[in-house]
């Protein structure tokens, strides 16, 4: 048992015994047969300074032994872990939690104040749920959802550096079990740890390190174009359309989900561009589906074309080099008076009839009357062939389509009478 000049103010009533720690997935290590050494009363705690059991153990191969720093009862009221006193949910330090949250440490620093709450905070806690204490800490938040560790961080198991090696005396070579590497910088601000001010979230320089990332982290800005209503979900994996749905649902209606497969993305979108942007504000950077980090980036426009009138200030130059525009329909080619010739013009365009999928086939619309065809020009009618007199020239018709030559076949062709 640990003995100290402040034990006799103690109640051995008071003291922990716990049959396991509070542990997080990183300190307890990836061996599911993990071993562990219990002493009872083994250490007192370097927050409250009540005696506490004390758990070691090895994570794993080739990582350094670990154990516990601090009691069971402080670990619930931060809801942190008892070795390396990161949160427990989001695997954050407590002064990164407590400013996404807005919590305010309400712990006091004097130790007859101290051990006072502590008591009465462990009857509490021996009553209900350690979770009702605080509700805040069960509130979702965006910025500890960017934050915070989605697996477990094995590497800060690793031994600490061999003081022998850099001094260059080492000699058990491989079969040391220290680390031999260069040592981080003494004037690096995270060689500088303290377990109180991790503890009390206060110049901890994890949780300024991790402050200054958030800061630094891209945002997902909504498009110009207001039409735009689609979000681009990658890194899809295994999820299923209707898995997608059932989470974008929330944030407004869905007028279509579209799943690419092959790609393993998929297209949401929405009725509104309200409801598009609250998605991709709540989703950017932070939506867990089927344990994969889910990547959410807006759709792009479909190019709509928009014809714009110009007024008389806005018309440009004609470049030079370029051909004439094309002559213009006319209107006037079916209402032609006779004895006029028609200019070359282009005949209006006639409607598209897209027949219907089911049922008879539209009816042309000549069916029941003839086309009206306008007359010959004069100068047509005066090439026709006539049958000249005796005292008549006949005159040469002018051929000018192949069903006007008396040659071809099915032409009628006209012989003057033999004379006796």
């Not at 009872?40 to 409250?48: A, D, L, T, V």
């Not at 996404?100 to 620093?109: E, I, Q, S």
């Not at 094995?154 to 080492?170: A, D, L, T």
């Amino acid at each position: 048992m640990a003995t100290s000049k402040t034990t006799n103010t103690y109640n051995r009533q008071n003291w922990e015994d716990a049959d396991f720690p509070i542990l997080c997935q990183t300190c307890l290590g990836d061996n599911p047969y993990i071993r562990m050494t219990k002493e009872k009363y083994g250490k007192e705690c370097k927050i409250c300074s009540r005696p506490f059991t004390v758990f070691r153990w090895c994570p794993g191969a080739r990582m350094r032994f670990k154990k516990t720093e601090v009691c069971q009862t402080c670990s619930k009221l931060k809801n942190v872990c008892q070795t390396c006193l990161l949160d427990l949910e989001y695997g954050l330090p407590i002064q990164v939690r407590d400013a996404a949250l807005k919590l305010r440490d309400d712990l006091p620093k004097s130790d007859v104040n101290k051990e006072f709450y502590i008591q009465n905070m462990e009857k509490d806690l021996a009553r209900s749920d350690p979770g009702t204490l605080n509700s805040k800490l069960n509130e979702p938040n965006d910025l500890l959802m960017r934050l915070a560790r989605t697996a477990p961080y094995y590497k800060r198991n690793r031994p600490h550096v061999c003081s022998f090696w850099v001094k260059g005396e080492c000699r058990r070579g491989e079969e040391c079990p220290y680390r031999h590497e260069k040592p981080t910088d003494p004037d690096d601000p995270l060689a500088d740890q303290n377990i109180k001010d991790r503890y009390y979230g206060v110049n901890d320089p994890v949780a300024d390190k991790l402050l200054k990332r958030a800061a630094a982290m891209p945002v997902l800005e909504p498009p110009d174009d207001k039409t735009i209503t689609t979000l681009y979900i990658g890194n899809l994996g295994n999820l299923s359309e209707q898995d997608i749905r059932d989470h974008f649902y929330q944030y407004g209606e869905i007028r279509s989900v579209s799943l690419v497969a092959k790609q393993q993305c998929a297209f949401v979108q929405f009725t509104t561009r309200a409801a598009a942007e609250i998605a991709a504000e709540k989703t950017f950077n932070k939506l867990i589906l089927g344990g994969r980090r889910l990547t959410i980036k807006w759709g792009r426009s479909q190019g709509r074309t928009v014809i714009t009138h110009l007024s008389n200030e806005e018309i440009y130059p004609a470049v030079p080099g370029l051909p004439g525009a094309l002559p213009e329909i006319s209107n006037n080619f079916f209402n032609l008076e006779p004895g006029h010739i028609p200019l070359p013009s282009m005949p209006p365009p006639q409607p598209i009839i897209v027949p219907p999928m089911f049922g008879p086939p539209p009816l042309p619309p000549f069916f029941f009357s003839t086309p009206q065809l306008p007359p010959f020009p004069p100068a047509v009618a005066a090439a026709t062939t006539s049958v000249a007199g005796q005292g008549e020239s006949a005159v040469k018709p002018s051929v000018h389509y192949p069903s006007q030559d008396p040659s071809r076949l099915g032409a009628t062709q006209v012989t003057a009478p033999k004379q006796d």
